[in-house]
């Protein structure tokens, strides 16, 4: 069974162009979490969805930050304009979510590690 | 609110030593969920473990073993007989039940030194 899958591993993009990271999550999976990892900040959650619907974007930095899940199988994260502190890995990560809240693990993808110059 | 505190940044230590990971958590909520994950030198995120508020029993799975006490809200995870390829960063992490966020500490990186 694939885990979730996230695309590009890399991406290397100049400052002010707009960057779209993407992620597929476990099938029957309905909740799905974009983590952004940095060394001053650690795993900062940005925003999660559960059946497709997003719950709670307070982690979004700012308006430059937009997420969507389109269907349970996809994903994106995007960033317009990027900026030099946005470098960092994004995580997504999906899990099963039970009544009365999470209580499964996280399943997390490889990251996507994103460099702004 | 949620919040967890690892309080070692990094530790060190020689090979075939005993080491323990500390947590410290905080939540108002009296159900909630309690997880570990590893971070090893390639970069993916494991699931080692989850528990339960209501299930306060150690739990030991091979070398590793984890140490949950409600009295002082702490979740400690100890390696016993360290080996190096345990060097990675280790994450705490807390959800409350009815929220669906999973808060991580900021990780404790492990070095086991040859």
């Known amino acids: 069974d694939a885990g979730v899958i996230q695309s590009p591993r890399h991406e290397v993009t100049e400052m002010g162009q707009e960057v779209t990271l993407r992620c597929k999550p476990i099938s029957g999976h309905n909740s799905l979490f974009w983590y952004r990892q940095t060394m001053m900040r650690g795993l900062e959650l940005l925003i999660y969805f559960n059946n497709n619907v997003p719950i709670d974007d307070s982690g979004m930095p700012e308006d430059r930050f937009s997420a969507k899940m389109p269907n349970a199988s996809f994903s994106t994260l995007k960033i317009q304009p990027s900026e030099p502190r946005d470098s960092a890995v994004y995580f997504c990560?999906?899990?099963?979510?039970?009544?009365?809240?999470?209580?499964?693990?996280?399943?997390f993808g490889n990251g996507t590690r994103l460099t702004v110059t | 609110a949620q919040k967890v505190t690892q309080a070692q940044t990094e530790i060190s230590v020689v090979e075939k030593e005993d080491v323990t990971l500390d947590c410290v958590y905080e939540t108002r909520d009296t159900t909630y969920y309690l997880f570990w994950y590893k971070q090893p030198p390639s970069g993916e995120l494991v699931f080692l473990i989850r528990r339960n508020s209501f299930d306060e029993q150690n739990e030991i799975s091979g070398r590793y073993s984890w140490n949950f006490q409600k009295s002082t809200s702490s979740f400690n995870f100890t390696i016993t007989a360290s080996q190096v390829v345990d060097s990675a960063v280790y994450f705490c992490a807390l959800s409350e039940a009815g929220d669906d966020k999973i808060i991580f500490g900021k990780g404790t990186r492990l070095h086991i030194l040859p």
């Open positions: 990560a999906s899990s099963s979510r039970r009544a009365g809240g999470v209580d499964s693990p996280l399943h």
